[in-house]
């Protein structure tokens, strides 16, 4: 249930927040029994959206960033998670090495890192941090937006062990989510505990089956609550082999939005909704662009610009996956704003909001940069009570901390079912 | 290493604290290590004095109240560290039994009691209210300082279980440190959860026994540490029959005070420490006498004033525990501020100052009744870090979490050892 941050979203609470709401021991405990079946990946952030009439999770990122967009209120509660997730990996450890996303330099990622760094160092463990780049030989001095520096060193591989020059890791955290490959430095690592494994990457990672195993785990939870699965997941549909540079390649994507449009169609029917529903394009695979491509009818889809046809599938025929696009009805002034949750290991440990300067609840893929704006706690005096009024601004959040850890979940059991090793499941 | 919370301590950082933070990880390593080896208590408050030249726990409760006195801010932290012990003492849990003191019932105990139970709500349990006293046979309303109130219900025995009516608890919370007694309904429960064990509470507990393991516990800490363990643990002695109504016992009891001045003047000298020292009587068993005795000489013991030695032994010759007094640097304004700190499981959750109204560093037994100042969490933009400045006064509590975390692995070995099943600790 913790932590309660604050949303952007005024008024009563809606229907689905209420629900969860009473329901909390029964969601308490369903997710205590989960945890005992599957072990959460290190850290996770969640996209979410809030529609009024759904809550949905739209991305899992295994190799969050932004750390440093988290409220300094929050951080506590990162480092009591992170300390419960090192005792299980690596009770004995003392040193864990942090290794950066190759692709990234820019100061505002390295600010991340050294946030993530300093929870880390808060548990009790010397970080350093380790590049795979070949191009790095040498200690790199990297710069931070608040004039102090880290020292990016290159990794060394020792045998079965990698590490640094004068440092042995015990865990090795990777917040590279391995889009240009994985590194041979890394690979078949079996004393130290690589966190998360490398089938967490994209070089194995597929939307499309963490979408399978949210869809599964949603039917779960929606069945112990009686409620519609629908208004936790969205809707999705797969193109194996998309190619939008051939017309018979556009046909089928077509064909797919159709089809996903009509069973969303569907719902809004079943519930009474009025607005249009739209698709979401996005790569199976891979960094995503930083805005996934929204389409509300067929004929959008072939008038695609090539650009953006580009995008989606940059080397060839590639998996497109086709996701329920849900709209937000969360506003910060006038500006769309998109909860994304952080957790570590089971527990949320804050979020922010992404906030998109222009377009309404329709537009989620605005064109302007987005900022974040840091959810700090509640800072009601006293503590959100399930037995108090389930309006209380400081109770809202508590749906969104659920939806993110059932996300957190899919993706636990999302990576059971893609480890290589399979004799661990048994 | 969380929280770290402001103390009221100013100037720079004293030589154990900077010791302690440049050891942090091979101190969090060293937890790690013994929290695999020892399951601490539910939850536990420990007294802190900081004396400038030691830093030591003077008492540790394994039935805290003061509830309502932690900061907002370090809530969440609680309900996260009430998360991870109901995890593991009992995944399936839905309803849990509190259990408050039977011999309060001032208003402020329960505004408290109510504090707890909603954090343990917040867990996602339901949480009711259950009294073994035999003259409560229906529901008692009972009205709390902020306008509300809580439902005091019967315990209810049924064969193996205890429960409320239309209310069988996997897990039941023990407020009640069995000052007079356990009660019959609580005995033989071998299929609930009773959190702490019985053996917590004063028919079985020992001052004695706790400063033995934290004594223990401290010399392998120290060892680690390469400190002198005495700048963490007081010394202490006891008086197995102190009887203070007779000329002989009194002498027994001034032999004894005599002895550990002596051992603590030594440690004096060594330390170049200008001080008079003083030594603490406390019962070794019971309710401690909300303002401990001081004596600086055995002329002190001499001339106690019958109404002190009646509170020392109220039913005749009775353990003593005499404990090396540990003077407190801490003021707020002129007043004397003694540091509590409050774990949940192996977590640090927060904590306050108890403010003693009058006197200096040398007079903690002031007579004025204490009030309490909550610690909140150090405000500053960033979170502390091990390579930063040491001084920085975020940096401060790190050495008090520490120190009660000690006291909590002492707490935790001290029930194994008083433990009436031995046969779990083969």
Redesign the interface.
Known sequence: ????LITALKGPLLDLERRFLQA??????W???E??EHTPPFYCSVGLRNAGFKLAPVEADLFPGAFDQLS??????A???A??A??KYC?????LLLVPDRRRREPGYFASIH?LA??L??????VRFGSPDPAIVSPLRIALPDGSALLLEPLRRQGRRVGLTDFDPCSILLNDDLATGAPAVLADLHEQVLLPPLHAGWPVRRRSQHAAAYREVAKRFAKMLEIDPWLISPQHGLCERADLTTRAGEDSVAGAVDSLLRQTRAKYREYGIQSAPFVVLRPDAGDAPSLPLTVRDTGEVRRLPARERERLSPDGPAPLLLQEGVPTVETLGSATAEPVVYLIDR?VVGGFYRVHGEGGAQAPSAAAEPHHVPLP?A?????????ADPDLAQNRFYAYGVVARLAMLAAAIELEKTDPDQSLYG
């Open positions: 249930m913790v932590p309660h909390t021991p029964a969601i308490e405990r997710l205590r029994m945890w005992q300094d209120s929050t951080l506590p509660l480092v009591q998670a300390m419960a090192i005792e009770p004995d450890a003392r040193n946030r300093a929870i160092r808060q548990t009790g463990l010397n527990y706690f800072t009601s005096c006293h503590l959100p009570d399930c037995d």
